[in-house]
């Protein structure tokens, strides 16, 4: 009969009191510490809703929080890029009404973020 365990766990002590294990999905730690962003997040809903076979591959590969960092940040980078381009195709008007620039910045980065989404975000990887 086996008697050590099937893994070796550390433990943090939590504010609690209470002792939490140390578990690492990827073999990067930070990269399982690091925050996921918009993109990311509606990427894995977009994953989880209708390729739940892949993201299970993800998750036994231990790649999963790495994919949704990468779709995130190539998600955000192709964001600025397109806002950048629609502003050189439509400036911003020439008013000093505040409210009517803040309204063309706000239309620009909607289309910008709406083709992202459509670009990258809602793609199987």
């Known amino acids: ?14 504010e609690d009191g209470m002792l ?13 510490r690091t925050p996921v962003g918009g993109f990311g997040s509606l990427w894995k809903n977009y994953m989880l809703e209708n390729h739940p076979h ?6 036994a590969q231990g790649k999963i ?3 949704i960092l990468k779709v995130d940040e190539e998600a955000e980078n192709r964001k ?8 050189t195709a439509q400036p911003m008007p020439d ?12 239309m620009i980065t909607s289309t910008a973020e709406e083709i ?7 793609r199987p990887r």
């Open 116 to 122: 992202v989404i459509s670009e990258l975000v809602l």
């Open 54 to 59: 892949r993201m299970s591959e993800l998750v």
């Open 20 to 32: 939490y294990p140390d578990l690492q999905i990827s073999e990067n730690v930070e990269t399982d």
């Open 65 to 67: 929080n790495e994919v």
């Open 80 to 87: 600025e890029r397109l806002i950048q381009e629609l502003l």
């Open 1 to 14: 009969m086996r008697t050590e365990p099937l893994m070796n766990l550390t433990y943090q002590q939590g």
């Open 95 to 106: 008013t000093e009404d505040t409210l009517e620039r803040a309204g063309h910045m706000s």
